[in-house]
């Protein structure tokens, strides 16, 4: 993380928090079974604003302050847990590396807010998030206020944070589309990895592994979600990640994985055949996806409603599934009547970032808001064909689903995954010379 960028969007953000001062927390270390945890991530809200790693951590803002604007709390240096656990940044490292005006021992963080709040109206927090935190913090403003008989002072107004943060958030700054297009391109290549080791008889799980195996080889730290590795009829379920069946000559493989690189997602599904070859009805189908999905990328664009790549890809798969038979009928009615979700049931996107569905409101009041640049979103159209005895056998348990990140720019879409095909000559032809 770039520490001028990070500076420049702290100074931005405490611009609009007026009168008032912000608190936060980071995440806190979750229990994984005994005394073994799972692996520490931090709160995104808190990497956005601070890039500090480390658990037991809280940021404190108070523009304009004279004595520092930006206060970190953090664990003390301590060899012997360090011996154990590893390495701290302790308060000098707060400041030295982490570009805090001052940093403290996380324990003394409520007896400095107590010093803090009296001189702001407003707090902002995440409310919500840190019930522990939001509890001590709300009834040390309530100590404050019972005080104010006596002539002390208290803020008045609690605010959330996420709106100010995460409309922030949505919008990414050089420094993130950095992050984003280095994470998407390993991500990309962890995804050619998997098509060109897979052949029947592989478990789902030994394709994540090789696919994964690259992925952290870059430097990705975890998947951003847990891979989805589906064969044959499991790709017709959503979230499915077992990724514990054999994978059968003739079945087709979707795969719904992405690297997290600096706390930055990516998230891309392709669909291939296991053997190396589309049957005739898996490439019908797969073509009916691809065309809709190129479509709805061209949609991504700065004033366009969020709708609109939705609305194009329904069109399009609606008018394919017509086309090869899937579904009878005329395209409008079956789009006016939403039979189509019988085959697609999910929306075609969402917002993209430190968090895979990353956060920022699609409404503003009642209105869907429209695209901007430096948005980034996916774009993931699909098709899933349960058995069905009203629909033709040749089409069962076909789950496809293609999926990109997309970054919005005034230039048209910006595809950041791009590094993995889609089209299925390019495909299969990966997949003989794999
Ligand atoms: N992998 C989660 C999603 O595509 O939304
Ligand atoms: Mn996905
Ligand atoms: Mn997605």
């Known amino acids: 993380?770039?520490?001028?960028?990070?500076?420049?969007?702290?100074?931005?953000?405490?611009?609009?928090?007026?009168?008032?001062?912000?608190v936060l927390t980071t995440a806190k270390h979750q229990p994984r079974n005994r005394d073994v945890m799972y692996p520490f991530r931090p709160d995104s809200d808190f990497h956005y604003l601070t890039a500090f790693p480390e658990p037991e951590a809280a940021a404190v803002f108070v523009p304009g302050r004279p004595g520092g604007e930006f206060i970190l709390f953090c664990r003390e240096r301590d060899p012997q847990k360090e011996l154990w656990d590893g390495r701290r940044a302790g308060v000098e490292g707060a400041v030295a590396r982490?570009?805090?005006?001052?940093?403290?021992?996380?324990?003394?963080?409520?007896?400095?807010?107590?010093?803090?709040?009296?001189?702001?109206?407003?707090?902002?927090?995440?409310?919500?998030?840190?019930?522990?935190?939001?509890?001590?913090?709300?009834?040390?403003?309530?100590?404050l206020r019972e005080k104010t008989r006596q002539g002390g002072r208290a803020p008045w107004e609690f605010v959330d944070l996420a709106h100010i943060l995460h409309e922030m958030r949505l919008i990414k700054d050089r420094d993130e589309i950095g992050i984003m297009r280095k994470a998407a391109k390993l991500a990309a290549r962890?995804?050619?990895?998997?098509?060109?080791?897979?052949?029947?008889?592989m478990y789902e799980y030994q394709v994540q592994a090789q696919m994964e195996c690259v992925f952290r080889h870059g430097g990705s730290f975890a998947p951003a979600y847990p891979s989805i590795v589906a064969g044959g009829a499991n790709a017709c379920i959503l979230h499915y990640i077992d990724n514990n069946c054999r994978l059968a000559d003739g079945d087709?493989?979707?795969?719904?994985?992405?690297?997290e690189l600096d706390c930055y997602a990516s998230d891309i599904t392709r669909t291939f055949p296991v053997n190396g070859r589309f049957s005739g009805a898996q490439r019908d189908v797969y073509e009916v996806v691809l065309a809709a999905q190129l479509a709805a990328i061209e949609a991504v664009r700065p004033e366009r409603p969020v709708t609109d790549y939705?609305?194009?890809?329904?069109?399009?798969?609606?008018?394919?599934?017509?086309?090869?038979?899937?579904?009878?009928g005329d395209p409008d009615e079956l789009i006016e009547t939403g039979a189509y979700r019988k085959f697609y049931m999910h929306s075609t996107g969402h917002w993209l970032g430190i968090d895979v569905h990353d956060v920022g409101d699609y409404k503003i009041g009642d209105e869907w808001r429209s695209l901007e640049s430096g948005m980034v979103l996916t774009v993931e159209p699909g098709l899933y064909v349960a058995?069905?005895?009203?629909?033709?056998?040749?089409?069962?348990?076909?789950?496809?689903?293609?999926?990109?990140?997309?970054l919005v720019t005034r230039d048209g879409?910006?595809?950041?995954?791009?590094?993995?095909?889609?089209?299925?000559?390019?495909?299969?032809?990966?997949?003989?010379?794999?």
């Open 1 to 22: 993380m770039n520490r001028k960028a990070l500076a420049r969007r702290r100074a931005e953000f405490m611009n609009m928090l007026g009168q008032g001062m912000a």
């Open 190 to 201: 962890g995804h050619v990895r998997a098509m060109q080791c897979t052949r029947p008889g």
């Open 387 to 406: 058995p069905d005895p009203d629909v033709d056998e040749k089409w069962h348990n076909i789950g496809i689903r293609i999926e990109d990140d997309v």
């Open 413 to 434: 879409p910006e595809v950041l995954t791009g590094d993995v095909p889609k089209d299925p000559d390019e495909i299969e032809a990966l997949m003989v010379n794999g």
């Open 310 to 328: 939705h609305d194009v890809a329904v069109r399009t798969l609606t008018e394919g599934m017509v086309a090869i038979g899937l579904l009878e």
């Open 252 to 259: 087709l493989l979707l795969i719904d994985a992405g690297a």
């Open 98 to 143: 982490y570009g805090a005006d001052h940093a403290y021992p996380i324990d003394r963080l409520h007896e400095i807010l107590v010093e803090l709040l009296p001189d702001q109206q407003k707090v902002y927090t995440r409310m919500g998030q840190d019930p522990e935190f939001d509890s001590e913090l709300f009834s040390t403003v309530s100590n």
